[in-house]
């Protein structure tokens, strides 16, 4: 066999590090990692904030002395090296992630995003056990609005695709994820120890680990289960995916020595109003999901009260997107489950926490 120079392989026995261990995303990849037997050290913005750490608390007072919390700040130089130092492994989720009232972009979105960034990647050149990094980007890197896919062939993206119509007014977030992820790429490039592999989930639905609501994905849940868009939704197709499987892409993505390069982690495209259908299949009238498809012309004219601008609505309703995740099945050996079984586990899920 013959041994391929850039392969890291991580031991299993060293702590992983997970930024933003309160988070949706990071709360399952730290839960993931325990009950496989790592040791886990997270970041998260304050011990004090108990509500946002409560299922942190509760996973110590499971597994004890392998899980460690630290405080650190994406703003803050040299925040993280603390919960680095002795890692082979870092997995940097912790980004800001809202699209809706968004009222300094710069401040609320680019800054954090892309310091964040440097911030941990400064502290992993610096510490010299450091191996490989997992970066948490996002579809949003890949493409801004529905419309570039008429740009790419087969009007499906991949991999090699980037995002370059999204700006600090038009997409902030979108915006964001695409600075952090570029900026990873050139800080990875100037050095040789650690790799960076990187995962980019279309939009993440499932059960949490906690029992948080201020999510932006927790919230289009509750939104769309609490008759929200009751009156219809617009006509825009999303990739969805499963957040154990986004967790577990990162796990793999971790350990697999051979894995390289970006991973589009989505396991289907859907119309909104599909999104809606199978909540309404599976739990009959129960909820008040929407039925119908809203005019163009009324999305114009509503949709800035629920954060949709015109340039959104002109570039994303009622054009294509595909999304391929072939990659992410082969690289990685990842699965999805199907979005049947994350809409199901994730509303039980909130009705059984008592969040609805
Ligand atoms: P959450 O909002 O649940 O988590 C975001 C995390 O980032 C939280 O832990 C948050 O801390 C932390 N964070 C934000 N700002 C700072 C800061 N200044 N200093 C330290 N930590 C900070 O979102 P998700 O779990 O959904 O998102 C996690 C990652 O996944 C992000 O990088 C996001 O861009 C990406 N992503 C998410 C998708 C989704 O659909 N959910 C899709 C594609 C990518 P705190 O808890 O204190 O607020």
Same mark, same amino acid.
Do not use: C
């Given at each position: 066999m013959s041994l391929n120079h850039n392969m890291k392989s991580i031991n299993a026995e060293m702590p992983v590090v997970v930024t933003g261990g309160s988070g949706y995303i990071a709360s399952w990849i730290v839960k993931y990692l325990l009950e496989d037997g790592k040791k886990v050290k997270t970041t998260i913005r304050?011990?004090?904030?108990?509500?946002?750490?409560?299922?942190?608390?509760?996973?110590?007072?499971?597994?004890?002395?392998?899980?460690?919390?630290?405080?650190?700040?994406?703003?803050?130089?040299?925040?993280?090296?603390?919960?680095i130092e002795g890692a082979e492994l870092v997995i940097h989720t912790a980004s800001p992630f809202f699209v809706a009232g968004v009222k300094d972009a710069k401040k609320q979105l680019i800054e954090p995003a892309l310091q964040g960034t440097r911030n941990v990647l400064e502290s992993c050149n610096r510490i010299s056990t450091v191996k490989r990094v997992v970066l948490t980007s996002s579809v949003a890197a890949i493409h801004g609005d529905n419309i570039d896919s008429l740009l790419v062939p087969n009007q499906t993206f991949t991999e090699d695709h980037w995002n370059t119509t999204s700006s600090l007014t038009h997409q902030p977030y979108a915006y964001s994820k695409t600075l952090a992820e570029k900026e990873a790429w050139e800080i990875q490039k100037k050095q040789s120890r650690w790799d960076l592999?990187?995962?980019? $989930?279309?939009?993440?639905?499932?059960?949490?680990?906690?029992?948080?609501?201020?999510?932006?994905s927790v919230e289009f849940m509750r939104n769309m289960l609490k008759g929200i868009f009751r009156t219809g939704v617009p006509d825009t197709k999303m990739g969805f995916v499963d957040v154990r499987d986004v967790?577990?892409?990162?796990?793999?993505?971790?350990?697999?020595?051979?894995?390289?390069?970006?991973?589009?982690?989505?396991?289907?495209?859907?119309?909104m109003l599909g999104f809606a259908k199978i909540i309404k299949e599976n739990f009959g009238n129960k909820y008040s999901v929407p039925t119908g498809t809203l005019p163009k012309a009324l999305v114009y004219l509503i949709g800035p009260f629920f954060g949709l601008s015109w340039g959104y609505t002109k570039n994303n309703?009622?054009? $294509?997107?595909?999304?391929?995740?072939?990659?992410s099945k082969t690289d990685?050996?990842?699965?999805?489950?199907?979005?049947?079984?994350?809409i199901i586990d994730h509303v039980s899920q909130m009705e059984t926490a008592g969040l609805l």
């Open positions: 304050s011990l004090k904030d108990t509500s946002k750490i409560q299922h942190l608390l509760d996973l110590k007072e499971k597994f004890k002395d392998n899980l460690t919390l630290f405080e650190a700040d994406l703003m803050l130089d040299g925040s993280f090296d603390k919960a592999v990187v995962i980019n $989930p279309s939009f993440v639905m499932g059960p949490s680990v906690s029992k948080r609501l201020d999510g932006t967790a577990r892409a990162h796990i793999l993505a971790g350990f697999n020595p051979n894995a390289k390069g970006r991973h589009i982690t989505s396991s289907e495209v859907l119309p309703i009622g054009q $294509p997107l595909n999304l391929s995740n072939e990659y990685l050996g990842l699965t999805y489950r199907s979005l049947k079984d994350t």
